[in-house]
Structures are given as C-alpha cells and as structure tokens.
C-alpha cells in the first residue's frame, strides 16, 4: 500500500521561508510525476508546482521565483522550497504522486504567513 506523507509545514513570517517534503514509501516503482497543490479556506484546491521523474518542473504564476520543487536523492522524495512568502500564501498543501499507475495523495500540511 502507498502512503504518501508532507511535512515541514507551520507558521512563517511575511517575507519568510519554509522548505516542504513529500515522501511516498510502500512501492517499488518511482513516481512519474510528482504536483504540490494548495487549498485555501473558501477556495478551490489549485496546482502550484509540479515536477516529473526525468526533472522537468512547473510552476503557477503565483509562485514563480519564490518556489522551487526538486527531487530529493531518496526514491519518491520531493521538495518545495518557499521563499518570500506572502500572507496569501497560507494554505493547506497537498502532494500528490503518480506512481505506475496509482494516484496518491498525502493528508496535506497547514503553511501560515503572517503579516
């Protein structure tokens, strides 16, 4: 069974960093595409960063130069970095893995900006 988990979420200042985590443990096969979604109170879930298993990366507009996603150097590991973060920013973030032909999500970690 694959269970996919985020970490490093908390409370931030405006301007702050945090560096997220994903990790997908209980498969022997490496994630084909890997996204960070975030959903904010009263808003629909959205795509900020994605990044596939030969390194190919996205970003939403919202984000570009602040966030970077990168792939960690254990199996179905992924990174968001966040830089310069702004209040609305603050969101739950979601990970998301596409491994073989599973779809996994993670329960999400609370990200919070303060002004």
């Known amino acids: 069974q694959v269970q996919v988990v985020e970490s490093g979420g908390g409370l931030v200042q405006f301007g702050g960093s945090l560096r997220l985590s994903c990790a997908a443990s209980?498969?022997?096969?490496?994630?084909?595409?890997m996204g960070w979604y975030r959903q904010a109170p009263g808003k629909q879930r959205e795509l900020v960063a994605s990044?596939?298993?030969?390194?190919?990366?996205n970003y939403a507009d919202s984000v570009k130069g602040r966030f970077t996603v990168s792939r960690g150097n254990v199996k179905n590991t992924v990174y968001l970095q966040m830089n310069s973060l702004k209040p609305e920013d603050t969101a739950v973030y979601y990970c998301?893995?596409?491994?073989?032909?599973?779809?996994?999500w993670g329960p999400g970690t609370q990200v919070t900006v303060s002004s």
């Open positions: 990044i596939t298993n030969i390194g190919r990366s």
């Open positions: 998301k893995m596409l491994i073989r032909y599973g779809e996994y």
């Open positions: 209980g498969s022997v096969f490496s994630f084909n595409y």
